[in-house]
């Protein structure tokens, strides 16, 4: 392997190159899954290259926590295959999300996974997460759209 291709986020999992694919990465928001009981199980994260929710983290995640993960979806095309993502654990359930977004179907999800996509598959892409307060979009600022959804207390 060439000295070139031995230090490339994704690739390469040093200090070096974890730093700066973490410093790369784009946020996503992530949401708790639980157990009907209330046990947390891990936390999901919608995607919206491949328009589905992945599983990532554990039990012991919480709002708040900053988790930065490689993705689980298809195609060599993948913006996030290089420096992968940071996903931001809301307070929100995964429960209260599942049903609002349009999935990918089967066949969509092949499609994508072979390096295509069609205009279904673009519209699928462009869909909002639809949790988050319209009056914190835009003028209120980063530290009030993070205070909501992170649930902080500042």
């Known amino acids: 392997m060439s000295e070139q291709h031995q230090h490339e986020p994704g690739h ?5 190159c974890t730093l700066r694919a973490r410093r790369m990465a784009v946020t996503l928001y992530g949401f708790i899954g639980r157990e009907p009981g209330g046990t947390t199980t891990d936390v999901k994260a919608w995607c919206p290259w491949c328009a589905r929710f992945h599983s990532h983290g554990d039990s012991s995640s919480k709002p708040g926590d900053v988790l930065h993960r490689f993705p689980h979806c298809p195609g060599r095309d993948n913006p996030y295959r290089e420096y ?11 429960g209260t999300v599942r049903g609002r977004m349009r999935k990918s179907s089967q066949k969509q999800w092949q499609t994508i996974q ?14 909002q997460l639809p949790l988050i307060q ?5 003028g209120w600022g980063d530290a009030a759209l993070l205070r909501d959804v992170m649930g902080s207390t500042d």
């Open 84 to 94: 992968g993502y940071l996903i931001a654990v809301t307070n929100i359930p995964y």
């Open 12 to 16: 390469c999992f040093c200090a070096r």
């Open 134 to 138: 319209d009056e914190l979009h835009g």
């Open 114 to 127: 072979d390096g295509g996509t069609s205009p279904a598959i673009e519209r699928l892409r462009e869909q």
